[in-house]
């Protein structure tokens, strides 16, 4: 009877992630073949089109270190006007400069604040670019970025920047 009982709480237990996890399948699977849906909320890695990337090229990371490079001297110097320059387009549209230096100085107060920054692997596909970067605090810690670039008349601008939080081993 015993027995009976454990495979009972066994079966419901596996047919309950099976179902979790189905409906997380097919949640991913609309979002791939109907992207608009939210819109207005998705973060700066969901705006990044997917479309084949490669390792940039010298001239090409070049260009992206010193867009992000500008943009963190004007940080430092609180200098939010010129920071706000950097700003792709698209976020301009979603933001004026109060609600721009608002958000950096409380949602990323490293990003505000940082004594330097270290730049990783870069990938671009000619229109937007990856980059990322280790900010290295005033208190001497580096914190993990990844940079979303669009390339727009201008130049490449800042379209978004997202946190890296490592988990396990780093090797």
């Given at each position: 009877?015993?027995?009976?009982?454990?495979?009972?709480?066994?079966?419901?237990?596996?047919?309950?992630?099976g179902?979790t996890?189905g409906?997380?399948?097919?949640s991913?699977?609309?979002?791939?073949i109907?992207?608009?849906?939210?819109?207005?909320?998705?973060?700066?890695?969901?705006?990044?089109?997917?479309?084949?990337?490669?390792?940039?090229?010298?001239?090409?990371?070049?260009?992206?270190?010193?867009?992000i490079?500008?943009?963190?001297?004007?940080?430092?110097?609180?200098?939010?006007?010129?920071?706000?320059?950097?700003?792709?387009?698209?976020?301009?549209?979603?933001?004026?400069l109060?609600?721009?230096?608002?958000?950096?100085?409380?949602?990323?107060?490293?990003?505000?604040?940082?004594?330097?920054?270290?730049?990783?692997?870069?990938?671009?596909?000619?229109?937007?670019?990856?980059?990322?970067?280790?900010?290295?605090?005033e208190?001497?810690?580096?914190?993990?970025?990844?940079?979303?670039?669009?390339h727009?008349?201008?130049?490449?601008?800042?379209?978004?920047?997202?946190?890296?939080?490592?988990?396990?081993?780093?090797?």
């Amino acid at each position: 009877m015993m027995n009976a009982r454990f495979n009972a709480i066994r079966w419901l237990t596996v047919v309950v992630m099976g179902v979790t996890l189905g409906l997380l399948y097919v949640s991913w699977r609309v979002s791939l073949i109907h992207p608009g849906v939210g819109e207005g909320r998705r973060s700066a890695a969901q705006q990044f089109s997917m479309a084949p990337v490669k390792l940039s090229e010298a001239s090409v990371r070049k260009e992206l270190i010193q867009v992000i490079e500008s943009q963190l001297s004007a940080f430092r110097k609180n200098d939010y006007p010129k920071a706000y320059h950097y700003a792709a387009a698209s976020v301009q549209e979603q933001m004026p400069l109060p609600a721009f230096e608002r958000m950096v100085r409380t949602g990323f107060p490293v990003i505000a604040r940082s004594s330097s920054a270290e730049f990783g692997v870069t990938v671009d596909n000619g229109e937007e670019a990856l980059v990322n970067v280790g900010i290295i605090s005033e208190a001497g810690k580096t914190i993990r970025y990844q940079y979303f670039l669009k390339h727009e008349r201008a130049g490449w601008k800042i379209n978004g920047v997202t946190r890296i939080r490592f988990e396990g081993t780093n090797v």
